[in-house]
Structures are given as C-alpha cells and as structure tokens.
C-alpha cells in the first residue's frame, strides 16, 4: 500500500520548528523531502539532546528526510539547488523576508521557470514592510499576537507549554500545499503558498478578538472557560484535580441531579442560563467543589461517566507516557539510536507506520547522494 504522497519530491530550506513540521508532515505522508541546511545545519539541531542526544525538536519533525549542506550564493551549490528545484514539485522556505530572492531564487521566477512547481514562504508577520526585520520566534508570537493576554491564571500571565505559533503555522502550511496539490492536479499548473505565525495566531484568537471588538476583551481565566460555566477544575475528597464541562442546559441537569444530588440548583435564577452562571460562577463554582469535595477521586468520575458529563484529569506530562490513548513510534536518531515518541495521528488505512522506523539525518548525510543524483560533482 502506497501513501498518498508517493512521488513526489519536496526541497525545503528551513530551520527551527514551522518549516521543518511542515515538511514533516508531508515525508509522514509519503513524499521524498531534501532538506537543504547551512554550514553549521539547522539550529534547531543543538535546542537539547533529550533524543538520546539529539534535540527534541529535531528528531520529532525531521525524521524520514536527507540532508545536504548548500552554500546556494556560490556558483556551483546554487546550480545544484537549481537543479533540484527543477526536480521537484515543491519548495517551502522560511528564510528571512528577501533572502531567498537576494540569493538568485526569487520564488516568482521559479514558478515562471517551472510551471508545475508550488512554492511555499513561511514567515513571522508575512509581507508587512514595517516588520521585516522583526525575529518571531514563537514565543514572541504568542506575545504579539494577544495569545499570553489570555493564557494563564488571573494573576499571571504564561506562555503556552508549547510552541504552539509554529506548530500551527506549520500545519496550516501543510494543508495550503495540499489544497495547492489538489489544484494542480485538476489544472496542471503550480502556485504559491503563504503563511505567517501571526496570521495563524490572529485567526484563532478569533473569538477573544470578537469579544474585544463588542467591548468585552476576555480575561485569563486560569483552569476556567472564559464564558462557559460550569467548565473548569474540581477538587475532590483526595484533592485530586477533575475537570468538567457543561456545555448545554440538558448536561447541566444531569450534572445537578446525577452528579451533585443537588438539584435545587436547578431553582436558582443565578444559574438560570449559562450567560447567568458565568456572571456567578465563583458562587457557583464554590457550591460545586463543596460537594465534589466529599466524593473520592473514583466516586467523581464515576458519576461524571454515569451522567454522561465530560471530564478530563489534569495529567502531567509523565501521565501522558502511561495514557490509554497513547499511540507511539519508533524513530532511529542521528546516531543511530532508538527514540520512541508520540505517532504522527494521521492514519493511511492499509499502511502500517509501526513496521518502518525513520531515520533522523546526521548533518549533511546526503549530500554525496545528493550531488551524484543531480549530475553535481563533489
């Protein structure tokens, strides 16, 4: 059984975390990926060796692709890059605003050389001339974006565990060429994608965007829904944490009278209606742990289950190596090395990730191959 992707060839020139999920998304999904790196490779190399000495972050999205070094500003690294792009069906590069082109490989040029080629620009803040020169590493996204003004609890704000701007930029790049495939399937002619971290964070900071435009900029709310109630934290006889969430009136119901043995609740006009609970909902929420505190760990959940009431525990990230739902993956590192880790969630029906273990390339690995197959001597 073939992936979807088979077939196709994918030159990348990235660094760090967006560009290179992106890619990873499409080698997971059969496609052949030449990571094109500097002299020094990939900075997101050397972030930690939790991998068995690779970083985390590399061996989790760079996995499954070859490595070469190009110095692309010289005569002959540049032709060799020319030569693969020419190959190739697409190129994604999240180099700084202009570097590409200033280098000889302006994306419009090469789309006008090769027709069928899709090109793929990941940046921080897209073309906006005035912030060009503006690094956006996650983080800062996440800053400027308005994502930490509501993340955390109401008397500090935090970033959110994880990096979140890039992980969304990449696969919302990942499912741009995709679309761009499926045009070009259907008219025979390549396109060009765009993506920023920030665009990707405005848009799903909708909601808070739309209540701040009405007027009603939200608040952090720590482990609380900002505007549905009950939803949020309990703390049960062991002082074990359960969070729970009523999302319409039926649910709220069964949490009173099934859940709570409280149905008197249901009489109070301060509850009456989600917008009333919200408006009371440290009243609400004080008379609800006042029961739940009385119940065991097993009790509570057990209730919540019977009732039908979604719950969750708040797990750690040692739980999350234990979890039930847990599906890992094999992956050999840079060295050689076994790394289990989360599977990618994307399953082919009649492909069976667990029998090939990806490697991790070691900087420049291919890059004899590589040279070789593009008609390039050494």
């Not at 109401?154 to 995709?178: F, Q």
Request: hydrophobic share 40%; charged share 20%; proline share 4%.
């Amino acid at each position: 059984m073939t992936l979807p992707l088979d077939g196709l060839t994918v030159v990348s020139i990235e660094q760090a975390v967006a560009a290179p999920l992106c890619t990873a998304r499409l080698a997971d999904a059969g496609a052949r990926v030449i990571k094109i790196e500097r002299a020094g490779g990939d900075f997101g190399r050397t972030y930690d060796v939790a991998a068995k000495g690779d970083s985390s972050y590399f061996a989790w999205i760079n996995h499954g692709k070859e490595s070469v070094v190009l110095d692309f500003k010289s005569e002959g690294d540049g032709a060799l890059l020319e030569r693969m792009i020419a190959q190739a069906d697409v190129l994604v590069q999240n180099l700084a605003p202009g570097a590409l082109s200033r280098s000889g490989f302006d994306l419009q040029r090469l789309r006008d050389d090769y027709p069928a080629l899709i090109t793929c620009s990941i940046s921080g803040y897209g073309d906006i001339e005035s912030l060009e020169e503006m690094k956006a590493y996650d983080l800062l996204v996440q800053a400027e974006s308005g994502l930490i003004s509501i993340s955390g609890g109401p008397g500090e704000m935090g970033r959110i565990g994880v990096s979140l701007c890039d992980i969304g930029a990449g696969v919302t790049a990942y499912t741009g060429i995709l679309e761009a495939l499926i045009r070009r399937g259907k008219t025979h002619q390549g396109g060009h994608v765009d993506v920023s971290l920030f665009g990707v964070a405005a848009e799903w900071m909708s909601v808070p965007f739309l209540h701040a435009a009405n007027g009603q900029s939200p608040k952090r709310a720590g482990l609380k829904h900002p505007s549905i109630a009950p939803y949020g934290a309990f703390k049960d006889a062991e002082s074990i944490l359960t969070l729970i969430s009523i999302q319409n009136e039926r649910e709220w119901e069964r949490l009173c009278t099934q859940v709570l043995n409280a149905p008197e609740l249901l009489d109070d006009d301060r509850y009456s209606s989600n917008d009333q609970r919200v408006i009371h909902r440290d009243t609400l929420d004080a008379h609800i742990e006042s029961i739940t505190s009385t119940l065991s760990t097993d009790q509570f959940r057990a209730a919540l289950m019977q009732a039908s009431i979604a719950f969750g525990g708040l797990n750690s990230v040692t739980d999350l190596l234990n979890h039930a739902a847990l599906q890992q993956r094999a992956v050999s590192n840079s060295m050689n090395h076994e790394v289990i880790m989360p599977a990618h969630p994307v399953k082919h029906a009649g492909y069976d990730t667990k029998t090939t273990i990806p490697s991790v390339p070691a900087l420049n690995e291919h890059g004899q191959s590589l040279r070789e197959e593009f008609g390039l001597e050494k």
